[in-house]
């Protein structure tokens, strides 16, 4: 099933939080509610990763994401946002440095 009204929230949302503009909290009390397999995806497999869930927070500062990963989660949402039946394919995603303080990225 495909919910193109979540799809879009959530990209909107991803969007918001990737360029620092709301909280890690506020992303997760907007996560749209839905049966759709990408949403879930989208969540579990590149944004549940980069926050702390301990402290509230934005993307910048100790918990900024490096561009490489960003631009990755770019075209994720971007792909997401589309009307092509995706619900299975995983994100291109590599943001394991991105759950790191930005001190320790060398």
């Known amino acids: 099933m495909i919910d ?10 991803a969007r918001h939080f990737l360029a620092g503009r709301i909280t ?11 049966r759709d397999r990408a949403i879930r995806q ?6 549940w990763g980069l926050y702390d869930d301990f402290h509230e927070h934005r993307l910048v500062g ?7 990963s960003r631009a990755d ?6 792909f997401r ?3 092509v039946v995706a619900a299975l394919t995983k994100c291109p995603v590599g943001l394991i440095r991105a759950n ?5 990225h060398g």
């Open 24 to 34: 890690n909290r506020e992303l997760e009390n907007s996560l749209p509610s839905s």
């Open 62 to 68: 100790r918990y900024y994401t490096p561009r490489d």
């Open 4 to 13: 193109r009204a979540s799809r879009d929230a959530l990209a909107e949302l």
């Open 42 to 47: 989208i969540w579990w497999n590149a944004l």
């Open 100 to 104: 790191t303080p930005r001190s320790e």
């Open 73 to 78: 989660l770019a075209r994720c949402i971007l």
């Open 81 to 83: 946002k589309r009307v």
